[in-house]
């Protein structure tokens, strides 16, 4: 095994000579995060050319192995490549649900035909992924999904609707959960599907959110043909795929709570708070509002330690389990808290919609207040949280 | 250091568990309690944790002590929370040798250390007045007398102050109550002239008392640490004590879970365990998150204090506020989920309440540490 010093300073040295400067400073708020695609534009080529010099060397998935385009890096090798991305404070050069959430979900239950086809282009960004899985009647009931896949001997032909589709109107394919056996009990007759969006009977129309943005897609399937060689699995064995990729998800919500709150935007919410409430020499004027800001940077702080610990048991062979769950939990309840407490900052001044009156960072932070209130909600309300952990953590009975 | 246990601390974990459970399970806290045992704690109990090296744990081995750190006393803190064993750690380890390691000279080091570290030697720290924890809100008068000083002034809370053998007095040199300068530390021996010392029943079973100085006399040899300068050793002993009443308090929370999740398993009502009622069940899964992020944040200020990182005073405060919040959260649900038997003192539970308040009314409460949060950050 390679001298990790040796490593980190190869690592070091590798990124200073090709991570372009415009990628190291922080996206502005009218900027996207690179999610790849037929269809992305990119509005700089250094954006293309970060991407492209990373994916060659699989470090837009470092810890995937090398054959499908991965990195091939250990968890430690992985780990000290994130850290020298952070000390040149480097965008990602790319982020997507293929390498979040399918990507994983194929190494460990593809077969080789598949991973060979889609694996590399998630790598370099070529196709982006959507997720098929909430339906209309079947929200937080994730198994009583009813688009169905018939079997047409040569293919399955699909029939259905989703809801809550997060970018499909962006995506270049979908990962689908199906009902391929309409008799069975209702997790045992499911199956994970993989189509091209542009198949014909796919349609996709965007959701407007309070926020007043649409991540989020109803997505409508009729007589879909989908190939056969895109089950992932076996059929109706689906449920044990998509439980996985579930796991996948809350990990990358909650993450994703705790990356929002430890960016800040520019200005920390202490300052926001002797900007707005109050500065008594130096000391935020209002108490009540100095005891919340003190509290929710407590959160953050047992919160990231706490994930510092599950990595650290986990390699350890400790830990609780089933920590997932506590981290969508604590993580987008947390996030939205966050929100809350800077809406009460900010006081009327987080409460303007659009035109003059009101500064970009105080128009963000409106938006981003309502759409914080879907953390809890997408990946598993955090009612389901709790149920899963305290049937699989605690053992308590149904 | 990582977060994670290595298989030395796993070890010290298993072996303070079983030791605890044989020599100190709950029902012991009660036959003190019950007997109205005037010591509190059981002499021979010590004696045998100094035996075990856990009475000197971090104190170095010049002294007797085990030369081990905070993440190792921590872990014998937690297994003593479990079972709410009443032990003079806290006062005698945390508060009054911790002054001494920090800040004593050589002589008040070498003659009581090697003391503590056998579990000869009991000590104690004179801190409070008020009703609330307030470490510079001293009125205790020091004033300089031909041979040294002349201490006057009352305290109250004094964990063990009833059977110390020493008792480290915070009083005032200089200035007015509130202010940081002017405080000096002062050893003070039980026997003391002008020193009277009465115990106080507490509610959760363990020691306390009540000091009253009149015109104690101490030599200048007394004084530990620069006089007028004692809030530079009380802050860091403070800091680490509360860390360690942090990892206590962990161990009393998290068997108080433990044994509410095994209680909404076996008790039924209509017919079924009324852990399969969602009501009980999600209250129950946010306890436990309270109490793993509770965990996190002790292990990790544990070892901040054995790196000897700057954020320890930080880390304290961060600890403390949530160590106390979960406290008060598990101690009220636990009794609750309970249902009739958890306010009954027949049941152990409720000893559980008892001792989480103490926790989390010592050495600062919630709010206490959320405004001294604030203060270290600079808003």
């Known amino acids: 095994m390679e001298n990790p010093d040796t490593f980190r300073a190869d690592v070091a040295k590798w990124l200073e000579e090709n991570c372009p400067p415009s990628m190291r400073k922080p ?10 695609g037929r269809r992305k534009q990119y509005a700089n080529p250094e954006e293309k050319l970060w991407l492209d010099r990373m994916a060659a060397r699989g470090w837009t998935c470092p810890t995937w192995p090398k054959e499908y385009g991965g990195g091939g890096l250990t968890a430690a090798q992985a780990r000290v490549l994130a850290d020298e991305l952070r000390k040149i404070r480097a965008r990602p050069p790319l982020i997507s649900f293929g390498i979040t959430m399918l990507g994983p979900v194929l190494l460990e239950y593809g077969n080789e035909e598949q991973k060979r086809e889609h694996l590399p282009k998630i790598v ?39 809801i809550w589709t997060s970018y499909a109107n962006y995506a270049d394919w979908i990962f689908c959960l199906v009902r391929t056996d309409p008799n069975a009990a209702k997790h045992d007759g499911i199956s994970f599907l993989l189509f091209d969006m542009e198949s014909p009977g796919v349609s996709v129309s965007p959701i407007k959110l309070i926020s007043g943005s649409s991540p989020f897609c109803q997505t409508f399937f009729q007589d879909v043909k989908v190939p056969k060689k895109n089950l992932v699995g076996v059929k109706n064995g689906g449920w044990t795929i998509a439980k996985k990729l579930l796991q996948h998800e809350r990990e990358m919500i909650g993450g994703m709570g705790f990356g929002l709150a430890a960016s ?28 919340e800001v003190v509290q929710h940077l407590m959160d953050q702080r047992v919160f990231a330690t706490t ?24 993580g987008t309840e947390m996030n939205k808290r966050r929100y809350e407490l800077l809406v009460k900052i900010l006081g009327s001044q987080a409460l303007g919609w659009e035109g003059s009156g009101f500064s970009p960072r105080e128009l963000a932070t409106t938006r981003e207040w309502l759409r914080s209130k879907g953390n809890s909600i997408e990946g598993g309300t955090s009612e389901v949280q709790l149920n899963i952990i305290a049937k699989r953590v605690l053992g308590l009975p149904d | 250091m990582s977060l994670a246990l290595s298989e030395e601390q796993e070890l010290l974990r298993n072996t303070a568990r079983e030791f605890i459970a044989e020599h100190s399970p709950v029902k012991e806290l009660r036959r003190l309690r019950d007997s109205n045992d005037p010591v509190g704690f059981s002499r021979e109990l010590w004696s045998q944790m100094a035996e075990l090296g856990w009475a000197g744990i971090v104190l170095p081995e010049e002294h007797g002590g085990a030369d081990l750190g905070y993440a190792e ?27 001494l390691l920090l800040a004593g000279d050589g002589t008040q080091r070498k003659e009581i250390l090697a003391r503590v570290a056998k579990g000869e030697a009991i000590l104690a720290l004179a801190l409070q007045e008020g009703a609330h924890h307030a470490p510079y809100q001293v009125a205790t008068r020091a004033e300089a007398s031909r041979d040294g000083y002349k201490l006057t002034g009352k305290k109250t809370f004094v964990q063990d102050g009833h059977v110390a053998d ?28 002008g020193l009277q010392v009465t115990r106080t029943v507490m509610v959760d079973g363990r020691n306390a008392a009540q000091l009253q100085l009149d015109g104690v006399e101490v030599d200048r040899s007394a004084a530990i640490g620069t006089v007028g300068r004692g809030a530079d050793v009380l802050d860091p002993v403070l800091d680490r004590a509360t ?16 044994r509410t999740v095994s209680y909404l398993k076996t008790r039924k009502q209509f017919g079924v365990a ?44 961060v600890a403390k506020a949530r160590l106390s919040d979960t406290a008060f959260l598990v101690g009220n649900e636990a009794v609750q989920m309970h249902g009739g038997i958890g306010v009954t003192d027949e049941e152990e539970i409720g000893l559980f309440l008892k001792r989480a308040r103490v926790a989390e009314l010592t050495l600062g409460d919630a709010a206490y540490h959320r405004a001294r949060f604030a203060a270290l950050s600079g808003f």
């Open chain 1, 307 to 330: 994930v510092r610990r599950s990595v650290e048991e986990a390699k350890a062979g400790q830990g609780p389990g089933a920590a997932s769950s506590m981290f969508k939990l604590y």
């Open chain 2, 274 to 317: 009324i852990g399969s009622f969602q009501a009980l069940k999600h209250r129950a899964a946010v306890m436990f998150t309270e109490v793993e992020l509770s965990r996190s944040i002790v292990l990790d200020a544990l070892r901040a204090i054995d790196e000897k990182r700057p954020d320890v005073p930080l880390l304290a405060s």
């Open chain 1, 264 to 291: 800040g935007g520019g200005a920390t919410m202490e300052q926001l708070a002797k900007e707005y409430c109050g500065d008594d020499s130096g000391r935020i004027a209002d108490p009540v509002i100095r005891s």
């Open chain 1, 124 to 162: 370099r960004g070529e196709i982006r992924w959507c997720q098929g899985y909430s339906e209309p009647g079947a929200g937080s009931d994730l198994a009583g999904l009813q688009t169905r896949a018939e079997d047409k001997g040569d293919h399955y032909l699909v029939n259905g609707q989703k």
């Open chain 2, 243 to 258: 860390i360690g009443l942090c990892a206590e308090t962990l161990g009393t929370v998290a068997e108080a879970f433990e």
């Open chain 1, 27 to 36: 996206m502005g708020s009218e900027e996207e995060a690179n999610w790849g």
């Open chain 2, 166 to 193: 020493q008792t480290v007095v915070v009083a005032r040199v200089s200035g007015k109550p509130g202010e940081r300068d002017g405080l000096a530390l002062f050893l003070v021996p039980k026997n003391a002239r």
């Open chain 2, 73 to 99: 006393l921590g872990i014998v803190l937690e297994e003593c929370g479990r079972t709410l064993a009443a032990t003079p750690l806290f006062s005698t380890l945390l508060l009054g040798a911790n002054a």
